[in-house]
């Protein structure tokens, strides 16, 4: 019987992967009726044998997928890794099962050597770590997700595009969707990105952001005056720098209680690459000086919507405060 382990960090490869070992086995349309999914937080052995020994219903393959097996069994900290247990003959009752079927074992996460399921289902699986694209590796995906989606662009906004996004392929796939159906077959060029792809314009609060936390006055209302020429909305933009001051304030609890990067990343919601940059930019940034900027960001908010400042005014007042807090 074929098994495969997928695992990584790299989620959105890993998910492709099983995508294509569906599209391959269904040869004959059954599939989708042959598919088992099993909770592995929660499997038993004896359930996932009797998922691997039925026979296909009318059709030639049978596929059962598992997520969260083989992390039972990962060490982590000071815990040492689970003994297999009840899980011992696992992989000998898997030289037992029917041929049809195919099992697949999915870890969204890094997996030890020393995981001891891991380790005695190796000489029988297909094993393959998925981790995060980098430097050549991800300009080359980059490539041949525009190839398939008969999408040109240019090396500028090529650039600018991973910049933004880094190597958070989700985003990267659903935003080259997003230019390809804006392009039709036109070369997308780097205004095009900062135009269309969202997180330019979160980028470009962050250093706004970054100027005000620097005490950059005049950089500050420059990029200020710079996005309101552009077309952005005075409340749009207040939006933005308050989500970003709330991520440097939760940023900033987080490193203070010695959290990391998959941490921040996980109670912000936002991609490694992100969450480093808030964490790293939370870290200049006092506790007192984040929440004072934050009494700010309500008060401007308050005098915008109660009329006693245009927007515009409110905005750059607003900027100006920000940067003449102090240090510390």
């Not at 004959?28 to 039925?54: F, H, I, Y």
């Not at 000489?123 to 040109?152: I, N």
């Not at 207040?238 to 996980?266: C, D, F, I, K, M």
Request: with cysteine; net charge neutral.
């Amino acid at each position: 019987m074929p098994v495969y382990v997928f695992y990584g960090q790299d989620t959105f490869s890993l998910r492709e992967a099983l995508a294509q070992l569906r599209e391959a086995l269904d040869t004959d349309g059954s599939l989708w009726a042959n598919t088992v999914s099993l909770d592995g937080a929660r499997l038993r052995p004896q359930e996932l044998v009797e998922a691997c020994q039925a026979t296909p219903f009318l059709g030639q393959h049978r596929l059962v997928v598992v997520q969260g097996l083989l992390g039972r069994f990962q060490a982590e900290g000071r815990r040492r890794a689970q003994a297999l247990g009840p899980w011992q003959g696992l992989a000998d009752a898997l030289t037992q099962m029917p041929p049809s079927t195919h099992l697949v074992l999915l870890e969204e996460g890094t997996l030890e050597p020393a995981n001891p399921l891991l380790a005695s289902l190796c000489p029988l699986a297909q094993v393959r770590e998925f981790a995060p694209l980098s430097g050549e590796e991800l300009t080359r995906w980059l490539g041949r997700r525009c190839r398939r989606l008969g999408l040109r662009l240019s090396e500028r906004a090529a650039r600018l595009l991973l910049q933004l996004l880094g190597n958070d392929l989700w985003a990267l796939a659903a935003e080259l969707d997003k230019l390809a159906a804006y392009a039709g077959g036109e070369v997308v060029r780097e205004a095009d990105v900062r135009l269309l792809v969202t997180p330019a314009r979160e980028a470009s609060v962050f250093d706004l952001t970054a100027a005000v936390s620097e005490g950059r006055h005049r950089d500050a209302l420059r990029l200020l005056r710079d996005l309101l020429a552009q077309g952005e909305e005075p409340l749009g933009l207040l939006a933005l720098l308050h989500r970003q001051y709330r991520r440097l304030l939760v940023a900033r609890y987080v490193s203070e209680r010695g959290g990391n990067e998959q941490e921040a990343a996980r109670e912000l919601a936002l991609p490694p690459w992100a969450a480093r940059r808030a964490l790293v930019q939370a870290r200049r940034l006092p506790l007192p000086r984040l929440r004072a900027a934050y009494r700010l960001l309500v008060e401007a908010d308050a005098a915008i919507k109660r009329g006693r400042l245009a927007p515009e005014v409110a905005l750059e007042t607003l900027v100006y405060d920000l940067a003449a807090l102090p240090a510390a």
